[in-house]
């Protein structure tokens, strides 16, 4: 059973810098960030792997990419989500997601943090 603990939403305005984080209490293959808006449907924000104790690949939601940097350490099952140039739009819970095992799947959940970015 691994835990995830999200922390560091909260309001902001437009243009402004958030960084969230997320602590795993056992190991992760796989680690992601996603979002849901109110009324929308949960969406894809970003997610890094780990192979070999480094990093293997990671990828971006278009929405994000070149505002949003996610960046892990893998051996504190430590994820962050540095997010930059926030937008209103931007504005969701945001939900940590772990891969525990071998199934590419996510298995794990966060319990969300509010990001809310004021115009």
């Known amino acids: 059973q691994v835990q995830l603990v999200e922390s560091g939403g909260g309001l902001v305005q437009t243009g402004g810098s958030l960084r969230l984080s997320c602590a795993a209490s056992?190991?992760?293959?796989?680690m992601g960030w996603f979002r849901q808006a109110p009324g929308k449907e949960r969406e894809f924000v970003a997610h890094?792997?780990?192979?070999?104790?480094?990093?293997?690949?990671?990828g971006y939601a278009d929405s994000v990419k070149g505002r949003f940097t996610i960046t892990g350490d893998n051996a504190e099952h430590t994820v962050y989500l540095q997010m930059n140039s926030l937008k209103p739009e931007d504005t969701a819970v945001y939900y940590c997601?772990?891969?525990?095992?071998?199934?590419?799947?996510?298995?794990?959940w966060g319990q969300g943090t509010q990001v809310t970015v004021s115009s």
């Open positions: 056992g190991r992760i293959f796989k």
């Open positions: 890094i792997r780990w192979g070999s104790g480094s990093v293997y690949y990671l």
């Open positions: 997601a772990a891969q525990s095992g071998t199934i590419d799947e996510y298995d794990y």
